[in-house]
């Protein structure tokens, strides 16, 4: 943005000095300030910074959650639901995930041959992912029993060891 820390540090993002020289040396920022910072980057057509920010922002709110799929089971007034957050890499990665998206939405259609094709699509997939062995496919099923349960989803040991190998490799 072409300002001065000090500038930036009192025009911006209205606090003192010390504070951003803190979050470039020893403590960088975190939560809502990460939002702020991804905003006022934008806004100023920042855009690698906003998405440095967006991504930081992210990673902490996954980190802070602990699991990838969050399930909540259904009630005697609505169907169970979740939040899922998952780290994508690479091109075929975020085509899965839009794919998955299209199928999630065609789910809640109101034309049945609609819901019936995504349900169709959806078995087919299920069915080829378990002619492998990956812990993430496990993950998934265990959480989505779980959920059709109504308790909460955690990792199995296996499962976590097998993660942080991978994570290692």
Request: aromatic residues 6%; glycine residues 6%; contains cysteine.
């Amino acid at each position: 943005m072409g300002k001065t820390q000090q500038t930036f540090a009192v025009e911006v993002l209205k606090s003192a000095i010390g504070t951003v020289a803190r979050y470039e040396t020893s403590d960088p920022p975190q939560g809502d300030l990460l939002v702020r910072l991804w905003e006022i980057a934008e806004q100023h057509k920042l855009f690698h910074h906003r998405d440095v920010f967006r991504k930081l922002y992210f990673a902490e709110v996954k980190r802070k959650l602990g699991f990838d799929l969050l399930t909540i089971p259904r009630t005697e007034t609505d169907p169970a639901h979740g939040c899922l957050m998952l780290d994508l890499d690479g091109e075929d990665a975020l085509r899965g995930a839009q794919s998955l998206l299209l199928l999630n939405s065609q789910l809640a259609s109101d034309d049945p041959k609609i819901r019936r094709n995504a349900v169709d699509a959806l078995s087919s997939l299920q069915a080829s992912a378990r002619k492998y062995t990956n812990p993430a496919v496990g993950e998934i099923q265990d959480a989505i029993r779980l959920a059709q349960t109504g308790r909460q989803h955690q990792p199995s040991a296996a499962r976590k060891k097998s993660k942080q190998k991978k994570q290692l490799n």
